[in-house]
Nanobody, 115 residues
Framework: QLQLVESGGGLVQPGGSLRLSCAAS????????IGWFRQAPGKQRELVAR???????NYADSVKGRFTISRTRAKDAVYLQMNSLKPEDTAVYYC?????????WGQGTQVTVSS
């Protein structure tokens, strides 16, 4: 059964760092595009970063140079390294895939950037 589970969120001060993890089961991560999305209160869910099967990555303009998406060597998890965090990065972060033809989401992990 396909499953995505996010972890690593928390409360961090502006300028701090967090690393989010998206653990996958039921499919090979490196066979499909994996995306990180976020949704802030009162706003629409937005794409933050994606990693393609080739390893190519792309990012929202708002996070370029601060966030890095990567896969583990075991190809069973995708990370989102977030540096120089800003209050506007506060949101619930989700990972997503369309592996096996199913649009799948994890349960989300809360990231709060505040002093």
């Amino acid at each position: 059964q396909l499953q995505l589970v996010e972890s690593g969120g928390g409360l961090v001060q502006p300028g701090g760092s967090l690393r989010l993890s998206c653990a996958a089961s039921g499919f090979r991560l490196d066979y499909y595009v994996i995306g990180w999305f976020r949704q802030a209160p009162g706003k629409q869910r937005e794409l933050v970063a994606r990693i393609f099967t080739s390893g190519f990555t792309n990012y929202a303009d708002s996070v370029k140079g601060r966030f890095t998406i990567s896969r583990t060597r075991a190809k069973d998890a995708v990370y989102l390294q977030m540096n120089s965090l800003k209050p506007e990065d506060t949101a619930v972060y989700y990972c997503n895939t369309d592996a096996l033809g199913v649009d799948s989401w994890g349960q989300g992990t809360q990231v709060t950037v505040s002093s």
